[in-house]
């Protein structure tokens, strides 16, 4: 019988409480000395931690930007011999689908990147500064990057699918 099937037992389990401020933990080997250290130097790992994070996203974001950027480039050499006035729209117009170009290629190297570092996440529950949590910091990272930027104009499209492919 699984949880799902007895009420009473998804209550206990709801209701068990955590310590999320432990400083223990509850891994064996190596793995307990590095979750050690991670909760005794709380704030050091945080800001350990952001680096890679800041590292990937500049990655997916400089891919995403590539193709956006080139297209401006190449209009804006293309289009120097018009009229200034109908150079520059243009330019801005190749600076508005640029922006475009970075969220549709966004929303494919997001998931892509989350594959490649295997961030495939499974239900988990457990303090905040543990090894699992990696994870799901990296996955959440990246998911609100692109949140942030640009999924809010893509979510009511049929292009949002792409995300989830």
């Not at 891994?27 to 250290?37: F, H, K, R, T």
């Not at 890679?52 to 293309?78: D, E, H, K, N, Q």
């Not at 966004?106 to 457990?126: H, Q, S, Y």
């Amino acid at each position: 019988m699984s949880l799902q099937d007895n009420p009473a037992s998804v209550e206990a389990v709801i209701n068990v409480r955590q310590d999320v401020d432990s400083v223990k933990s509850n891994l064996d080997g190596v793995a307990w000395i590095i979750e050690s250290v991670f909760k005794r130097f709380r704030t050091l790992f945080h800001m350990c931690a952001l680096l890679p994070l800041y590292l990937v996203a500049s990655f997916c974001l400089g891919t995403a930007l590539t193709p956006g950027i080139l297209l401006t480039r190449w209009i804006y050499s293309s289009t120097q011999d018009l009229p200034s006035l109908l150079h520059w729209w243009l330019v801005s117009c190749s600076v508005a689908a640029a922006y475009f170009s970075y969220g549709l290629c966004m929303v494919l190297v997001i998931p892509l990147a989350n594959f490649v570092l295997r961030t495939n996440l499974k239900e988990w529950r457990g303090t905040y500064y543990s090894l699992p949590i990696i994870r799901w910091y990296i996955h959440n990272g990246l998911t609100c990057f692109l949140r942030y930027t640009f999924l809010e104009l893509m979510t009511p499209t049929p292009f949002n699918i792409l995300y989830f492919v």
